[in-house]
């Protein structure tokens, strides 16, 4: 089905989500760290290090910090470049360090993957990419060029060659690895960030249109009062103003008026008056509601509701949950856009469940998205007969993600799947060979029993001041 535009949240500005007090407190840990392996390096392995050089590279981050913190307020929001460019010095400043302490025999040499996982999380994929390559060199020039690190005594400890290359190699897989993992999760944690925003948004506005509804039902029904008694003493000014026209032109405006007023608020109470005020609806007047905005496209929509076995034959009453009718009106408007000629909605109801299933007639759902039906952003090409048929249909998944969720929000179980097998041959127009939609709920989540089920409420008792 069509779907809004999901460019609530886009990829550009991801690295707006990132304050740069996260950034510097960040940093404060590296160097806490970086000055605790140094002097624990010294004083308890007796290593020798160039300390003035090490000092003058963890020295350089505390500037950093500094200056980002007198500079900058405290909660700026910091851009793709300057994230990019933080990033890019905690990578050069731990190569400079690492140069110092021995290089990939410093096992402290795998913290390099930090900032290219923190990039894969927040930037581009051109920036991760930059800064991926440029830790992977590093890391290369690191394992030839270096100053050994030594004893007191003059000892200098080195690793074989190939724990070197292993170290290599597991550093540059690493930072392969865990760029692509972070990146892949956190795609998925932002579509269905965005994804259940628009739900929200959906439910949002169903719950508005229901509310606006009954606003006007109440409306229609407060003022029909009093337009009727304008209309019966417009009425009885006429009679009595038979002998001056002028002034019964008067009343017949007021009167012709007053039915106005009274057919533009029936008019605009239609779709709410007879259940708007109920919290509770029979099965097939919420799915007639749910259905009726695509009731006339020009396709046939049939709706057959049907008894289960062991269940009574009157079908029961449901709740009208904004979540419910809205899921239901996305499922039909999908199997409207892609039936042939012909839609159908058949309910089911027994004594412990109630089911929906939404059939058409077209060419079903592609068998390779069967698994994926539901998740929110799914792309798919589209042929050129498909541009064709629905020119105006750019359908992501959103659609369907939305009442998946707003339905499985009311206790509903949804399974999707085709009529025939579209690999194998598409079945005819007017027959149930496209794609089948089935909702089911536990029937105490939507039908519970209440008094106005079981009989009268009893005797009326006049009010106690």
């Not at 840990?29 to 002097?39: C, K, N, P």
Request: some cysteine.
């Amino acid at each position: 089905m069509a779907d809004p535009n999901p460019g609530l949240m886009t990829q550009q500005t991801r690295s707006n989500w990132v304050r740069l007090r996260t950034l510097i407190v960040l940093r404060w840990i590296a160097i806490v760290g970086q000055l605790a392996a140094i002097t624990a390096a010294q004083r308890f392995f007796d290593l020798s290090l160039e300390l003035g050089l090490c000092y003058v590279a963890v020295g350089a981050s505390i500037i950093a910090n500094l200056v980002a913190i007198f500079v900058y307020p405290e909660n700026k929001r910091l851009s793709e470049g300057e994230v990019f460019l933080m990033l890019l010095f905690d990578i050069s400043q731990l190569a400079f360090l690492l140069y110092l302490t021995g290089g990939l025999h410093n096992p402290f040499a795998l913290l390099i993957l930090a900032p290219v996982t923190i990039s894969a999380t927040a930037l581009q994929l051109r920036s991760t990419l930059v800064l991926g390559a440029v830790a992977i060199a590093l890391i290369s020039l690191l394992a030839f060029f270096h100053i050994p690190l030594r004893t007191e005594q003059g000892f200098i400890m080195r690793m074989p060659q190939v724990f070197v290359f292993g170290s290599w190699a597991a550093i540059t897989i690493g930072i392969v690895f865990e760029a692509v993992y972070a990146r892949r999760v956190t795609q998925e944690i932002h579509s269905m960030s965005e994804a259940l925003l628009a739900t929200q948004m959906a439910l949002a506005r169903e719950q508005k249109l229901t509310d606006l509804g009954g606003v006007v039902a109440a409306a229609a029904h407060e003022l029909g009062t009093p337009l009727a008694t304008i209309k019966l003493v417009s009425s009885e000014l006429m009679e009595e103003l038979d002998d001056r026209p002028e002034l019964r032109e008067d009343a017949e405006l007021l009167r012709d008026q007053a039915d106005r007023c009274r057919d533009i608020l029936r008019s605009m109470g239609r779709a709410g008056k007879d259940d708007l005020h109920l919290r509770r609806a029979p099965l097939g007047a919420v799915i007639r509601e749910a259905a009726e905005p695509h009731s006339d496209r020009g396709k046939d929509l049939m709706i057959d509701l049907t008894p289960g076995a062991g269940a009574e034959a009157g079908q029961p009453s449901i709740e009208r949950r904004p979540e419910i009718i809205h899921g239901l009106r996305n499922l039909v408007q999908n199997a409207v856009d892609f039936a042939e000629s012909a839609v159908w909605v058949e309910a089911v109801w027994t004594e412990a469940t109630i089911a929906i299933r939404i059939i058409d007639d077209g060419r079903g759902f592609p068998p390779y998205l069967l698994g994926r039906i539901g998740d929110p952003f799914v792309r798919n090409r589209r042929t050129q007969e498909d541009r064709k048929q629905r020119p105006e249909y750019e359908g992501m998944g959103l659609g369907l993600f939305i009442a998946k969720t707003l339905l499985e929000r009311s206790g509903a179980e949804l399974t999707f799947d085709n009529g025939s097998d579209p690999m194998t041959g598409r079945g005819k127009p007017g027959t149930r060979s496209g794609a089948i939609v089935e909702v089911i709920w536990p029937r105490e989540l939507i039908s519970p029993e209440s008094a106005h089920d079981q009989g009268g409420l009893g005797e009326n008792l006049p009010i106690e001041a």
